[in-house]
């Protein structure tokens, strides 16, 4: 089974075509974060996990879903990461998830897509995208391919730039970079609450008409890409900044 989370599209794409060259079928993780849902799962098939990655992980929403949630069946357990460049040595925490569940960790592939995290970096337009989505054909395919044949992904060779990203890095990000604060909207905003809608943590709530946000946040940037009328804003980090959403 492919189980598989995005906020703006990037992996959800992957998910579907990697399922047509397996035959697998999919589940869209979002209503199970949301909805708090750990009930178990089934799967005779290997479990082939779909993410983007955050600060060079899994996005810890994910992580503790799964240590929250029995998977029975198969026992192996694959993971496919979208990524703007690298996802570091994500691998390394997905294996010892892995461990600490009795599965047997078939390794973490890497599918590089447009990145979409406006908060420190530029989204590309349109026309970049879908040069980027085009490129990523073959990755997605092989990746696919490993998976279907029962091999494991090849392991990468860690530089020490990626053990910091992944560890260090992104430590602090979740402990000091992913806050709500800044988070605002402008007078284009039509009060349609789609924001409210595509936050996978319920962490946004309309109040006279007007998103406000708590403190439950993983920064997926679905609030602000997804935003009909581009009318939130990330203090003035997003300012000016091409919004990003799967194109095709």
């Avoid at 060079?56 to 357990?77: A, C, E, V, Y």
Wanted: charged share 25%; aromatic share 10%.
């Amino acid at each position: 089974m492919i189980i598989y989370f995005s906020a703006t599209g990037n992996s959800r794409y992957t998910a579907l075509k990697i399922a047509e060259i397996t035959g697998d079928e999919t589940l869209d993780l979002f209503s199970k974060i949301k909805n708090k849902d750990f009930s178990t799962l089934y799967s005779e098939k290997p479990w082939v996990l779909v993410c983007p990655t955050y600060a060079w992980q899994i996005p810890h929403i994910i992580r503790d879903w799964l240590l929250q949630t029995t998977l029975n069946g198969s026992k192996k357990f694959y993971t496919v990461m979208t990524c703007g460049d690298s996802i570091g040595t994500a691998g390394k925490y997905v294996e010892k998830l892995c461990t600490s569940k009795g599965l047997e960790y078939c390794g973490c592939a890497k599918i590089v897509m447009p990145d979409n995290y406006l908060i420190m970096f530029n989204s590309p337009d349109e026309e970049k995208s879908k040069k980027i989505i085009s490129d990523a054909q073959q990755s997605i395919e092989e990746t696919a391919e490993t998976i279907k044949n029962g091999k494991r992904f090849d392991n990468a060779n860690y530089t020490l730039v990626d053990r910091i990203n992944s560890s260090a890095v992104n430590l602090t990000f979740y402990s000091m970079a992913v806050t709500t604060k800044p988070f605002h909207t402008t007078d284009k905003c039509i009060s349609c609450g789609m924001c409210e809608k595509i936050c996978p943590l319920g962490n946004i709530k309309l109040n006279d008409g007007k998103p406000t946000w708590s403190t439950s946040c993983t920064h997926c940037m679905a609030c602000i890409c997804q935003c009909p009328k581009e009318a939130i804003e990330y203090g003035k980090k997003t300012n000016g900044k091409v919004r990003y959403k799967f194109p095709l």
